[in-house]
């Protein structure tokens, strides 16, 4: 079973997004910032991330430039999934290292489908 570490700030997201993953039969872990996912990933090698940009302590373009630097996690597919929809975000997110970029409010099909499809490779 394929791990997902889902970060956001928001509880009732956070909530949504995880009940819809573990649905779709994935393993759930959950950080409510960017500094809880990097502490986090220090203990955990998740399969992918699915990662918010606006949260406190550190934001998401930081935690995937995070994720995307360490020798141990930079093979992990990061899905960012924010409210900020314009081109530059999308854009600066994929910058990154951002494997993808979904914006808020999203069909549940696109979020899964992109997770199943970057898990397969």
Do not use: H
Not at 29 to 39: K, L, N
């Amino acid at each position: 079973m394929s791990t997902v570490l889902v970060v956001e700030d928001s509880a009732p997201q956070r909530e949504m997004i995880s009940e819809l993953l573990a649905k779709s039969g994935l393993e759930v872990s959950i950080a409510s910032d960017g500094m809880e996912a990097v502490d986090l990933l220090k203990d955990i090698k998740p399969d992918i991330v699915v990662l918010d940009i606006v949260m406190p302590r550190m934001n998401g373009y930081e935690v995937c430039r995070t994720i995307k630097s360490d020798p141990r996690t930079q093979d992990v597919p990061v899905v960012i999934c924010s409210s900020k929809g314009e081109e530059f975000d999308r854009y600066w997110g994929m910058k990154q290292g951002a494997d993808a970029y979904i914006t808020k409010p999203f069909q549940p099909k696109e979020l899964v489908g992109t997770i199943k499809q970057l898990l397969r490779g």
